[in-house]
């Protein structure tokens, strides 16, 4: 077995494995070469650099005096929002009608045939209001996704929410 083995590994085995190898290089070489697109050189050319000036901040002088105000002028305070207080411009969302949804109406008033339907959770402001009429307090409601949507509605299941 020793003998086999010492006729496959001799000089010239290694001298042919060490050729063919070089031989594979060198094609390998000179395919990458062959193969890759001949692109034109790229501009050198310094690009002009974009810049943008941004001016300093200015300082206040310290030293103005406060505008007097007229003395007879009386300012009227204006009234403070308790917690979930329905007002003109804030945001209310349907709450409360079981899934039946509240009904938007032309006019305040039971008397008004409804013109859409609010589902629970859908979000309203408040335009105008409050007025009462049936024993109800009623608010113009008009949606912000949708001005079509608007109408009279029962304040009895609106409820405050923060801006969307």
Excluded: H
């Excluded at 395919?31 to 690009?47: E, N, T």
């Excluded at 974009?50 to 204006?78: C, F, G, K, V, Y």
């Excluded at 209001?129 to 049936?134: A, Y």
């Amino acid at each position: 077995m020793q003998l086999a083995m010492k006729q496959l590994i001799n000089l010239r085995t290694i001298i042919a494995a060490l050729a063919f190898a070089a031989l594979l290089l060198c094609g390998t070489l000179v395919f990458i070469l062959l193969a890759r697109p001949f692109a034109a050189q790229p501009d050198l050319a310094p690009a002009p650099a974009a810049l943008t000036l941004i001016p300093a901040p200015t300082s206040t002088p310290r030293d103005l005096a406060p505008t007097p105000t007229p003395e007879n002028t009386i300012s009227e305070p204006s009234p403070t929002l308790l917690p979930g207080e329905i007002a003109v411009g804030l945001y209310v969302q349907i709450t409360g009608t079981g899934g039946d949804g509240l009904r938007l109406r032309p006019e305040p008033g039971l008397g008004s045939q409804p013109i859409a339907l609010g589902y629970d959770t859908e979000i309203f402001q408040i335009m105008d209001g409050p007025r009462q009429l049936d024993n109800r307090t009623w608010w113009l409601l008009v949606s912000p996704y949708d001005a079509a949507r608007a109408g009279w509605a029962v304040a009895d299941y609106l409820t405050v929410i923060s801006p969307p």
